[in-house]
């Protein structure tokens, strides 16, 4: 074969490389450009949720600091008026009674927990609205609100304490089986946030309300005898007294 014809075949080959290199490039360009615009994709969602949940959080936390400023108010009781004068005028930036206060707290408190039910501020304030509804004696409602946010805390602080609270509206509301059940449950969790002799303590009223006084006794000798420093130890003891007399 001629010199020149080799040097032809070359050069050829050389330019079927080129192309095929170029169509290679092309193809992985295109799959590069598709995998970065997919990428930019999913940062940008990613942002959006970020933005969105900060926004949430940001929304969830004012609405629970003004409920919790409102439940913060002081109460100061109106002086009695003098003999032939009006009554005197409320002192700004105060109620003048608790049941003003909670009152005036409680739908602040719900609205917050409606808002953003499953942020923690709006746990938070569905945990403070169960408390309030429990102290004005509306156990059912109280009752209601505190399933809820043992729904929604998990395993936090609030779904503990809130478990207590509704062991005390079922026992309000002389549901005492299952009160009792709840703190007896509370009493054999090694890992609980709550200190036990709290629990033994009511655990032991639970069962003086159902009438099942051998049990209430062994619940208050467990506090002083487990926990002398207690500052339920006292109670317990006149409680231990108190039943064995009615037995």
């Known amino acids: 074969?001629?010199?020149?014809?080799?040097?032809k075949l070359?050069?050829?080959e050389f330019a079927r490389t080129v192309a095929r290199a170029r169509t290679a490039i092309s193809a992985r360009s295109r799959q590069l450009r598709n995998i970065l615009i997919a990428l930019i994709g999913v940062i940008v969602l990613v942002g959006l949720y970020a933005w969105w949940r900060s926004a949430a959080n940001a929304?969830?936390?004012e609405r629970l600091a003004a409920a919790l400023a409102t439940y913060g108010t002081p109460v100061v009781a109106p002086e009695p008026p003098k003999p032939g004068s009006p009554p005197p005028l409320p002192r700004p930036g105060t109620f003048q009674s608790e049941e003003e206060r909670l009152s005036a707290s409680l739908p602040k408190f719900i609205e917050a927990a409606n808002a953003n039910p499953d942020s923690r501020p709006g746990i938070t304030a569905r945990f403070h609205a169960a408390g309030i509804l429990a102290a004005q004696g509306r156990h059912a409602e109280a009752e209601q609100q505190y399933r809820e946010v043992i729904s929604k805390a998990g395993s936090s602080i609030y779904s503990v304490t809130a478990r207590l609270g509704l062991a005390?509206?079922?026992?309000a509301q002389d549901k005492f089986d299952d009160a009792i059940a709840i703190y007896t449950e509370l009493s054999r969790d090694k890992n609980s946030l709550l200190p036990l002799d709290t629990v033994l303590f009511q655990l032991g009223r639970a069962y003086a309300r159902a009438g099942k006084k051998e049990d209430a006794v062994r619940s208050f000798t467990r506090?002083?005898?487990?926990?002398?420093q207690s500052a339920?130890?006292?109670d317990?003891?006149?409680e231990i007294e108190e039943t064995k007399k009615t037995s």
């Open 168 to 171: 005390q509206t079922l026992l």
């Open 1 to 7: 074969m001629k010199s020149a014809e080799r040097h």
């Open 232 to 234: 339920y130890a006292a």
């Open 10 to 12: 070359k050069e050829n």
């Open 236 to 238: 317990a003891r006149r």
């Open 59 to 61: 929304e969830a936390n």
């Open 223 to 228: 506090v002083v005898d487990e926990f002398p």
